[in-house]
């Protein structure tokens, strides 16, 4: 098991990395109101394929994702599944 861990950690990020995240959309996120609550948001959004979690903070969040492998509602349907109000603000093409 030696040097396991520094190669599994290298691969993971590379494969992370092999997509392209293809588009942004930016939320507006009602019912936030510490660091606890970016937490489990932040959590609540890595869960999901395809999707890479940008900034997360009091209020909002934006996240890049692959459109083959999820979309706005489903990422807008996470945070709401978690007790608090997610707004789509802006969706854009990531170049």
Avoid at 26 to 44: D, K, P, W
């Amino acid at each position: 098991m030696e040097n396991e861990y520094p190669w599994g950690v290298f691969c993971i990020l590379s494969v992370r990395r092999c997509w392209m995240a293809q588009e942004v959309v930016r939320l507006s996120i009602e019912g936030m109101h510490c660091g606890g609550c970016v937490r489990r948001v932040t959590a609540a959004l890595q869960d999901l394929r395809g999707v890479e979690v940008g900034l997360v903070e009091v209020g909002s969040a934006e996240v890049r994702f692959d459109p083959g492998r999820a979309n706005v509602d489903e990422i807008a349907g996470a945070v709401d599944r978690i007790g608090f109000a997610a707004r789509i603000e802006k969706v854009a093409k990531n170049d």
